[in-house]
């Protein structure tokens, strides 16, 4: 396992160069955050072995229980699927950096179950930018009143946009929905905006040459997903 993600690893990093130099962006302007859902505790910590330290999860249960077993490495960890109400308080706590965030609501709950002890929550506020229904995220039409409203919580930290756009072969195309998330994002100069969260395996090429400063890489990383049942052990109830 640890030799293939290496490889794997150094192939990730070696992209992401390479879409930097093309765009002509300084190198390591962008991040990699090392989408580890479904994957076990070993897979995460043989790419930590290799430098890696920033994972995103998408389960609060199954991350919680990484967490305890990987507690003496130094991970930032990211959540990014969908945030049920009924998680918020675990996911205030348990992690530093949340991309998924489309309501006002979510928000509020984020920031008043943030532990005093720890800094501001940083989050980022998931942009529908495809307008695909079955998809989470704001509408572009209503980014500006809850980016705003968002930004007045005092446990959270607003820093920029995630979307996930429609899966598209074509560059231009993928080019095109990142594109419409920058643009979105420089509305909010005046905020400090700083993060653009865009681009996975498929497409961080395009990611990189729109702006992107986090790139969400998993397939690309780990190979192919495990079923979560082989991946999640008895660390904690599954998630639905």
Aim: glycine share 8%; with cysteine.
């Amino acid at each position: 396992m640890r030799s293939q993600i290496h490889q794997r690893l150094d192939a990730v990093h070696n992209r992401i160069r390479l879409a930097e130099t093309a765009a002509g962006r300084r190198r390591d302007s962008v991040r990699l955050i090392a989408v580890s859902k479904t994957q076990p505790a070993e897979a995460i910590a043989a790419a930590y072995y290799y430098g890696q330290r920033e994972f995103g999860e998408n389960y609060v249960q199954e991350a919680l229980a990484k967490q305890e077993k990987l507690a003496h490495f130094d991970i930032g960890w990211h959540f990014i699927g969908p945030i049920q109400s009924n998680k918020t308080k675990l996911i205030a706590a348990h992690f530093s950096w949340v991309h998924s965030v489309d309501r006002i609501k979510i928000a509020q709950r984020l920031s008043d179950q943030r532990p005093k002890g720890l800094p501001p929550l940083n989050v980022c506020i998931q942009v529908n930018i495809s307008g695909e229904a079955t998809k989470s995220g704001a509408a572009l039409e209503e980014l500006d009143e809850l980016v705003r409203a968002i930004a007045t919580l005092p446990r959270l930290r607003v820093r920029g946009l995630m979307a996930i756009p429609a899966p598209t072969d074509e560059m231009d195309l993928q080019r095109a929905s990142f594109r419409s998330l920058r643009q979105a994002a420089e509305r909010f100069g005046d905020l400090g905006l700083d993060t653009l969260s865009m681009g996975m395996s498929d497409d961080l090429e395009a990611a990189i040459t729109e702006g992107s400063t986090m790139v969400r890489i998993g397939t690309a990383l780990f190979g192919p997903r495990p079923r979560r049942e082989a991946a999640f052990d008895a660390g904690g109830a599954s998630e639905r």
